[in-house]
């Protein structure tokens, strides 16, 4: 989140006598919106008594007499809607009662909390109210208030619904929280039951105690509209103000990147003006807003991953389409990518130049030229003669490159062929071939492909840059990527793997190797078929919204190029991370082994992925035969 963004801040109210005037209050305080009871907290009230069928009922032999619902009280449940304007009632978000019971053992209250939710949810429809805020989940038996909350779901009603969940329910350790204790689970059960459905979305209420960081990272993949912050935990400092705890006080900034809203909550109406100071509670927003101001500024990576973040990508083609002159110019911003390039060019050159008086270099992929310009620097600084060919098979980028070699005057050494290097019949072999045909998987843009065909016009001693590259999969938790690709309501969108700069997501374990691929690859008949098997160990509880796919690339020796986050270049933003979806979510307990299948298929004229899971709950495989997505050859 950076900086400039506006932060979403609302003041939560227990009992307003006044609504007009605490929402005037709210907005001199600077509150973005007001969460308040859509009815009286203490207006504890009964929709209805169940009594005894009449006497005659009892001695008939007809079938049982169903009890009379008699009507308890008549007058009106809340304040009139004609207080607001519908403008005003747009600011407000809508408490449900909390005190109903809808998943109580005790049918009539049960049954009568039912009535109560469902005349609350009717007035709030009719209010056309920004938000409801649900009763606060109290523990993992809530299947009958996910019945009821589900049916005002797919009633139709516009309605966005938060679900305030308490961060901590008990003082029990965090190595002893089972599925009853874990607030966590109480949420995945309610949004399982409620089909995953997009209008709601939980609101994490912070606690006194925090849970363990291990713990909390489970709510990195969530849909976290909202945070609540009960006035009791500010503490006060020196000066007077309020602030949080250093715990407390991180917790709330890390969340800031995901552009949650915050929530004070303050209690009673009336009783800040009642201390005189009508600025009371805006010092507990103006301390959220100073926390956000204090946040590092953006550096010149996440200024340009910003409008990426959780944005699906569809892989680029390159083999099949011809790439863009904006898609090259943003690869050419890479501060680091062509440095470490021509570093390792530089190390080649210096490592040959001993033995022979000048190289045969060929950049494979020429583009427009970076990787030429790197290479005649490399060998520049190495103070060596080098014979360059750029080999590039887009006949848009052959043009940029002829005028640069007019403009630049590069002269006889170095060649533009305009051909794909899979055809293309070289006047001589090479001594160092370098590319950058590498996608955000490694293989995905059949680098193991082109290189192979281009192994015809390289001498048996060459050098690649790279020389070997390996593609890591990990499982990932992600409401957010999932629900991105369930809006296209098609099976196809979850068999295609997706470049995305994850953001909303957690990663359940350690990235692991997958696929590896070396060059020059001399192997008689050699075969880009993979098969791999991964197992992971989940830490804590989450649901499995699919995988996620990094790659770490030698270019020469110990200079490296890579996005798994272990060994990550820092600066580069060539490439994102691939998403592999799965096609529903899986929950995986704490200590289960999550057990990964994927495949690479080589056709004869197309490349595609299958990929499945093996357990805890096995999933059908996905993308078979590369009927969804495939790369064409």
């Not at 609350?120 to 606060?136: D, N, Q, R, T």
């Not at 390159?318 to 021509?342: A, G």
């Not at 938790?477 to 997706?498: I, P």
Request: with cysteine; aromatic share 12%; net charge negative.
């Amino acid at each position: 989140m950076s900086n400039s963004q506006h932060l979403y801040c609302g003041l939560m109210v227990d009992c307003v006598p006044d609504l007009l005037a605490e929402l005037t209050f709210a907005r001199q305080s600077g509150f973005d919106f007001l969460v308040t009871p859509l009815a009286h907290p203490r207006y504890k009230r009964a929709l209805y008594q169940i009594e005894a069928p009449p006497s005659s009922a009892k001695n008939s032999a007809s079938p049982t007499v169903p009890p009379v619902v008699v009507p308890v009280r008549t007058d009106p449940f809340t304040r009139s809607d004609m207080i607001l304007s519908s403008g005003d009632w747009s600011t407000i978000v809508g408490m449900v009662s909390n005190w109903i019971e809808l998943d109580s053992p005790v049918p009539a209250i049960r049954r009568n909390s039912e009535l109560v939710y469902k005349q609350e949810m009717s007035w709030a429809s009719h209010l056309s109210l920004s938000a409801v805020l649900l009763p606060i989940l109290r523990s993992y038996d809530c299947v009958n208030f996910s019945k009821c909350l589900n049916q005002t779901l797919s009633s139709g009603a516009h309605l966005h619904f938060w679900l305030p969940i308490p961060l901590t329910s008990s003082s029990t350790d965090d190595d002893e929280v089972t599925r009853e204790d874990d607030p966590w689970e109480w949420w995945n059960r309610m949004r399982v039951l409620c089909d995953h459905n997009l209008n709601l979305s939980p609101v994490l209420e912070l606690t006194e105690n925090l849970p363990s960081h291990r713990r909390m990272l489970q709510w990195l993949g969530e849909p976290i509209k909202a945070i609540i912050i009960p006035a009791e935990l500010f503490m006060t400092n020196k000066k007077g103000f309020p602030v949080l705890s250093t715990p407390h006080r991180e917790f709330v900034q890390s969340f800031f990147k995901f552009n949650v809203e915050f929530v004070i909550r303050g209690g009673n109406s009336g009783q800040w003006e009642n201390d005189g100071n009508s600025n009371n509670m805006s010092q507990y927003k103006d301390y959220i807003h100073w926390l956000q101001r204090r946040a590092p500024q953006p550096t010149e990576q996440e200024s340009f991953e910003q409008p990426y973040l959780d944005y699906l990508q569809v892989p680029l083609q390159p083999l099949m389409d011809n790439l863009e002159s904006q898609t090259y110019e943003v690869f050419e911003r890479d501060p680091i990518k062509y440095k470490n390039y021509e570093e390792a060019v530089y190390l080649a050159l210096m490592d040959r130049k001993k033995d022979v008086s000048s190289l045969v270099v060929m950049v494979l992929g020429a583009g427009r030229g970076p990787l030429v310009r790197a290479s005649l620097q490399a060998a520049k600084r190495a103070e060596f003669p080098i014979k360059l060919y750029a080999v590039e098979k887009n006949p848009n980028a052959v043009v940029t490159l002829k005028n640069m070699h007019h403009d630049l005057k590069w002269g006889e050494d170095v060649v533009i062929v305009d051909s794909d290097m899979r055809v293309w019949d070289a006047p001589e072999k090479a001594d160092i071939v370098v590319s950058e045909l590498l996608g955000s998987f490694g293989d995905n843009e059949l680098s193991p492909e082109c290189l192979d065909g281009a192994q015809k016009f390289i001498k048996e001693t060459a050098i690649s840059i790279p020389c070997e590259y390996t593609s890591y999969l990990a499982p990932i938790s992600s409401s957010k990527l999932y629900n991105e690709v369930k809006s296209f309501n098609q099976q196809s969108h979850f068999e295609t793997a997706y470049v995305v700069k994850v953001h909303n997501v957690h990663q359940l374990a350690e990235s692991k190797e997958c696929f590896t691929f070396k060059h020059p690859n001399w192997t008689i008949n050699f075969d880009n078929n993979r098969y791999r098997i991964l197992h992971f160990e989940a830490e804590e509880s989450s649901t499995l919204h699919g995988l996620v796919g990094y790659f770490d690339a030698t270019l020469y020796k110990d200079v490296h190029i890579s996005i798994n986050p272990a060994s990550f270049s820092v600066g580069m933003f060539s490439w994102f991370p691939l998403y592999f979806p799965f096609r529903h979510p899986v929950y995986v307990g704490k200590g289960s082994d999550i057990e990964v299948h994927m495949w690479r298929h080589v056709g004869t004229k197309k490349v595609w992925y299958e990929w499945c899971l093996g357990g805890p709950t096995p999933t059908p495989i996905h993308n078979v035969n590369g009927r969804s997505y495939w790369i064409g050859l």
